[in-house]
């Protein structure tokens, strides 16, 4: 078990706090939120605020996201950025510059980044992003749910 904390991106987090959540995706959160291993930064913070629903699910969740360590976007992860960017473009890769902001943000703190979006599996086997990738495990789970009565 690594001891490092693990920045979470929004996809993971979207698996973990649903009403119906992916197992798999849910315990591991909770083990990281149980060892304080959970950071986040401001952009991750805007996904998953931004798809709230009522005042007092934004209330509860800015509460509880304020209390986790959340990585600085400064002039380093932006020049981080727009390098990885213009690189992953050049080699036929067209990810959401949200990703690409992220993914800067894990890079320059040399984290890895846990999520369940295929674009960061993407970027880890072009720019060395280190990722504990969720999508097998929600892509076994929604098949679960497809195929049961």
Same mark, same amino acid.
């Given at each position: 078990?690594?001891n490092?904390?693990?920045?979470?991106?929004?996809?993971?987090?979207?698996?973990?706090?649903?009403?119906?959540?992916?197992?798999?995706?849910?315990?591991?959160? *909770?083990?990281?939120? #149980?060892?304080?291993?959970?950071?986040?930064? &401001?952009?991750?913070? @805007? $996904? +998953?605020? =931004?798809?709230?629903?009522? *005042?007092?699910?934004? #209330?509860?969740?800015?509460?509880?996201?304020? &209390?986790?360590?959340? @990585? $600085? +976007?400064? =002039?380093?992860?932006?020049?981080?950025?727009?390098?990885?960017?213009?690189?992953?473009?050049?080699?036929?890769?067209?990810?959401?510059?949200?990703?690409?902001?992220?993914?800067?943000?894990?890079?320059s703190?040399?984290?890895?980044?846990?999520?369940?979006?295929?674009?960061?599996?993407?970027?880890?086997?072009?720019?060395?992003?280190?990722?504990?990738?969720?999508?097998?495990?929600?892509?076994?789970?929604?098949?679960h749910?497809?195929?049961?009565?």
């Amino acid at each position: 078990m690594q001891n490092r904390p693990v920045l979470v991106d929004s996809s993971a987090w979207l698996y973990a706090l649903r009403k119906e959540s992916v197992p798999a995706v849910k315990g591991r959160m *909770d083990e990281l939120l #149980k060892d304080n291993m959970v950071v986040t930064t &401001a952009m991750i913070k @805007l $996904e +998953i605020l =931004g798809g709230t629903k009522t *005042d007092k699910e934004f #209330k509860r969740l800015k509460n509880y996201l304020d &209390a986790l360590e959340d @990585l $600085e +976007i400064g =002039g380093p992860q932006w020049e981080k950025a727009y390098e990885l960017s213009f690189n992953l473009r050049r080699k036929g890769l067209t990810v959401p510059y949200t990703d690409i902001l992220i993914a800067a943000c894990a890079l320059s703190a040399d984290l890895t980044l846990m999520h369940a979006d295929a674009h960061f599996d993407a970027i880890s086997k072009h720019a060395g992003l280190k990722v504990e990738s969720l999508v097998r495990a929600v892509r076994s789970f929604s098949g679960h749910l497809k195929a049961t009565p």
